[in-house]
């Protein structure tokens, strides 16, 4: 009773994101009412192993009771400091030592921003003052990826390259240009690694100079995995070769790791297992793990001076008001302590076998591919593996598939072209990882009799 009036209240008045409003109106929303560890129960009872993190968030895993005393604590202490006027508070400040400890190279200095968006936002701010502090005004063009996504702010849901961030908004703006993606198994320069990356390189050099050259452009953007384009994995290497084009032309390097920080992959950040330092390093989601708002920017040393010589007494004008804000960073302090006291081995276990459990779909008719990373991964469906044809759209393939994990007890990402998305929490015990497979198999296996899916099997 309670539950349905909800759905009308929800229905009336709660604007959802990226949704079909009309569609959502129909649907009605389905609700969670709890969570615990890597499990999630909804309104009608049912509990659900939580293969995506919420939004590839909760990296630590729902109620871990250390998160939320910190929380309270920080509540009841100081709720709220500013960091204008030359104030400060103390969890903010331990948070962003300890991630300038945890970031490789010089990235040494911390801004702090309510998410992932506004933190790509910021690096466009620092990247534009900075080329002027250098005397190159010029360079204000901004490189990405095709299935990039960088945020759903104005100016990063135009470094963002999915079409449905862009129809109708008028994105991109005229400064920000895109190459195409590794999307190793579908890349038309096959699927040798060197390959995939020596065109990726190629691409690169080209739209540089497509734009103007090295004198124009300002940075370009990467994700050590492409996230929320499908889970799409760059050849080993790959970013290394663009990291190394980058310096070479003297372009701002961009590690977007909003969702492979904190141990998605592996080790807190991603881009330590690539072997490289951007200039700015994103984050968000696990820094938190989803319990309260906060992302991130992790500037280079190399940057931060420049700036800050250049504005000298000036102010720098870039600031919210919720920028450092004290409960978040109590929670990131409480959710390090987590990650650094066993769960970052935990997730790499689980990740590991992850990995060898999804692995085990490939045989699977529907399976084109099977890709990823520790605890990031990603099952690409077709209806023909030679030709690597994607479901019919006509199947919906997106909303059937959760749909029907759900009825399994699993959540999961299906993304509209039948790519299964996969980010569990790293605190999930082997059963669980297990289940994840299973269930995924046994979704799998239903979507095979669906009559217009057989239809369409070669
Ligand atoms: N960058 C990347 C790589 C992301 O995956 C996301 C969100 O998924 C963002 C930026 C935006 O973060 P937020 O949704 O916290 O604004």
Known sequence: ???????????????????????????????????????VTDAAGQTLIDGFAGLWCVNAGYGQDSVIEAATRQLRDLPYATGYFGLGSEPPIRLA?????????????????????????????????????????????FLSLEQGY????????????????????????????????????????GSNPAAVTAASVAQLRAKVAEVGGPDRVAAFYAEPIQGSGGVLVPPAGWMKAMRDVCTELDILFIADEVITGFGRTGPMFACTEDGIVPDMLTCAKGLTSGYVPMGAVILSDRMYQVIADHAGAAAIGHGFTYSAHPVSAAVGLAVLDLYEGGLLDNGRRMGARLQAGLAGLADHPLVGDVRGRGMLAAVELVTDKALKTPLPAAALPAQRIFDRAWNNGLVIRAFGNGVLGYAPPLCCTEAEIDAIVERTRMTLDQTLEDADVRAALR
């Open 97 to 141: 030592a300890r991630l300038a400890d945890h970031a490789p190279g010089d990235l040494d200095h911390v801004y702090f921003t309510l998410g992932g968006s506004d933190a790509v936002d910021s690096t466009v701010r620092f990247a534009r003052y900075y080329w002027n502090a250098r005397g190159l005004p010029q360079k204000d063009q």
């Open 150 to 189: 960088h945020g759903s702010s104005t100016v990063g849901a135009g470094l963002t390259a999915l079409p449905v961030f862009h129809a109708g908004f008028g994105l991109p703006m005229d400064w920000q240009h895109k190459i195409p993606s590794h999307y190793t198994y579908r890349n038309p320069a």
């Open 1 to 39: 009773m309670l539950a349905n009036s909800l759905i009308e209240l929800d229905r009336a008045h709660l604007v959802h994101p990226v949704a079909s409003w009309r569609g959502h109106e129909k649907a009605g929303v389905r609700m969670l009412t709890s969570a615990k560890g890597a499990t």
